[in-house]
């Protein structure tokens, strides 16, 4: 069965730094793009970035020049490093992948989400 954990999270002052993992296991054949995505309390889940097999990152306007996406194709494992955090990255960050993987013998493609984790900004 295909699962996203994410790891990383925690408790960090502003203008202090963290990096975030999502690995993808069971039966993961390729993961054609992977993303970030966050959700603060009482908004709405957000696009952080992304990166597709074959092609760089992007990132949503608010956190350009400050977070990085990378991934380990070798180990299905995507990066967030996170630098200059602020009170208003405080969120439940989420990874989700485009996956290619097999069940029963049959390759299959199908999205799927982690269960999150949190990040907290102090100021």
């Not at 309390?41 to 996406?69: M, Q």
Request: charged share 15%.
């Amino acid at each position: 069965q295909v699962q996203l954990v994410e790891s990383g999270g925690g408790l960090v002052q502003a203008g202090g730094s963290l990096q975030l993992s999502c690995k993808a296991s069971g039966g993961i054949v390729v993961s054609n793009s992977m993303a970030w995505h966050r959700q603060a309390p009482g908004k709405e889940r957000e696009l952080v970035g992304g990166i597709t097999n074959g092609a760089g990152a992007n990132y949503v306007d608010s956190v350009k020049g400050r977070f990085i996406i990378s991934m380990d194709r070798t180990k299905n494992t995507m990066y967030l490093q996170m630098h200059g955090l602020k009170p208003e990255d405080t969120a439940v960050y989420y990874c989700n992948a485009d996956v290619m993987f097999t069940r029963n013998r049959n390759l299959m493609t199908s999205n799927f989400w982690g269960q999150g984790t949190q990040v907290t900004v102090s100021s």
